[in-house]
């Protein structure tokens, strides 16, 4: 079902103190208030169990923010689907462009973790988007169809239907250079067009695909107007309650 969503990248910010309190000022603000929204955050793995608890009782949803390609076993460091699935979270972020550009994330382990969050009942988030040099190249439609090919449509209909996309273009990301709302319409169209080819007219409408990259206050309701454009994926401004409610209040 496609839904509106606003979710919260938190990044590597914030101790465990300092998230408990940003996510229960959080939920004091969405008290008694109606939003037209999901509502996500993904704070840092060590917070993820005490966040869930801090903000039950609210709509607010809580992810991950990464999770590991391997089932279980010696992978020293590493967290995997169901262990996150056991604090109570319900999505994972998958596939972030810092996982990819630091992390060496492949499309092809950004599909194993992928398989891992559905086997787990977690809800993926799964970004995919263009770095500068492909833009100015003219080659953003081209990129974008390959991330979103290789990484999400090996799956079933059904399982990429349980799937939430996040187009987050790379020079947009903590730039403050916001992609116009042209321009994000734009790749959130042509990504439903080929959702359209692989899967159908009803797996594509119902396909919710969230814009990330300096999106903000401002910002927020312009991008969030467009037909093809489901909600936001924010880095920087969930770090402030009230910026990221603003976000949330543009719907
Ligand atoms: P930003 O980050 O809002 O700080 O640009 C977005 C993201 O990386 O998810």
């Not at 008694?32 to 999901?38: I, L, S």
């Not at 869930?52 to 999770?67: E, F, P």
């Not at 991008?223 to 402030?240: E, M, P, R, W």
Request: with cysteine; charged share 20%.
């Amino acid at each position: 079902m496609r839904k509106n969503v606003v979710a919260g990248n938190w990044k590597m910010n914030k101790n465990l103190q300092e998230g408990v309190a940003l996510a229960t000022e959080l939920k004091a603000l969405l008290n008694g208030v109606t939003v037209k929204c999901d509502v996500v955050i993904a704070p840092p793995l060590t917070h993820v169990a005490s966040v869930v608890d801090a903000v039950k009782g609210s709509i607010v949803g809580v992810a991950a923010q990464n999770c590991a390609d391997k089932e279980k076993g010696a992978y020293t460091g590493e967290v995997s689907a169901e262990m996150i699935q056991s604090t109570g979270a319900q999505y994972v972020i998958i596939g972030h462009s810092e996982r990819r550009e630091y992390y060496g994330e492949t499309n092809e382990i950004i599909k194993n973790k992928i398989a891992l969050a559905l086997q787990n009942g977690l809800t993926p988030i799964v970004c995919f988007g263009e770095v500068l040099a492909q833009r100015e190249a003219e080659k953003h439609f081209e990129v974008v169809k390959s991330q979103v090919e290789e990484a999400m449509f090996g799956f079933s209909p059904e399982d990429f239907g349980k799937m939430i996309l996040a187009y987050e273009p790379v020079w947009a990301i903590g730039t403050g250079k916001t992609a116009s709302a042209e321009q994000a319409q734009e790749i959130h169209a042509f990504v439903r067009g080929i959702i359209v080819e692989k899967f159908g007219k009803q797996v594509a409408d119902d396909c919710t695909i969230l814009y990330g990259g300096s999106c903000n206050p401002t910002n927020a309701k312009e991008l969030f107007s467009n037909t093809d454009v489901d909600g936001g994926l924010i880095g920087g401004a969930s770090l402030k309650a009230a910026d990221f409610m603003a976000i949330i209040q543009a719907f």
